[in-house]
């Protein structure tokens, strides 16, 4: 399953990369049915945020490493590169960028709802776990 990531960079910066979370573990379900899971994490804590409408947050740091998930509205993020990228509903990102410049933040068109899952103190994107 590929997600975006936006990490700080060695200069100060921020830009995105595309992740892979590994999805290997094989689970049959009370139907018979084959699921396909990640390794599992505990997160330190998890928290749903409501967003205003025309919201523009300027530069910041992701206050830790955690996954995003839009449950509703859009969402913009922009990266010291000048890049920027839109998620909708339904669609996860990895806030990475907890030292340098950081990212700015914005909703589009309207209020959004997200989900935050921070990941633990020494996570590993590679592997998936903690």
Same mark, same amino acid.
């Given at each position: 399953?590929?997600?975006?990531?936006?990490? /700080?960079?060695? *200069? %100060?910066?921020?830009?995105?990369? *595309?992740? *892979?979370?590994?999805?290997t573990t094989p689970q049959q379900d009370a139907d018979g049915h084959t699921l396909m899971l990640s390794?599992?994490?505990?997160?330190?804590?998890?928290?749903?945020?409501?967003?205003?409408? %025309?919201?523009?947050? +300027?530069?910041?740091? /992701?206050?830790?490493?955690?996954?995003?998930?839009?449950?509703?509205? +859009?969402?913009?993020?922009? +990266?010291?590169?000048? =890049?920027?990228? =839109?998620?909708?509903?339904?669609? /996860?990102?990895?806030? *990475?960028?907890?030292? %340098?410049?950081?990212? +700015?933040?914005?909703?589009?068109?309207?209020? /959004?709802?997200?989900?935050?899952?921070?990941?633990?103190? %020494?996570?590993?994107?590679?592997?998936?776990s903690a």
């Amino acid at each position: 399953m590929k997600i975006t990531r936006f990490y /700080a960079t060695e *200069d %100060g910066g921020s830009r995105f990369m *595309d992740i *892979d979370i590994p999805i290997t573990t094989p689970q049959q379900d009370a139907d018979g049915h084959t699921l396909m899971l990640s390794n599992a994490y505990v997160s330190p804590s998890v928290r749903f945020v409501e967003l205003p409408a %025309g919201m523009s947050q +300027t530069w910041h740091n /992701a206050p830790q490493r955690q996954i995003v998930v839009v449950l509703s509205g +859009t969402l913009e993020v922009g +990266t010291t590169d000048q =890049q920027t990228r =839109q998620w909708q509903a339904g669609q /996860a990102f990895l806030a *990475d960028d907890v030292t %340098g410049k950081g990212h +700015t933040t914005r909703t589009v068109g309207g209020p /959004a709802s997200v989900f935050f899952a921070p990941l633990p103190d %020494g996570f590993d994107l590679d592997n998936w776990s903690a």
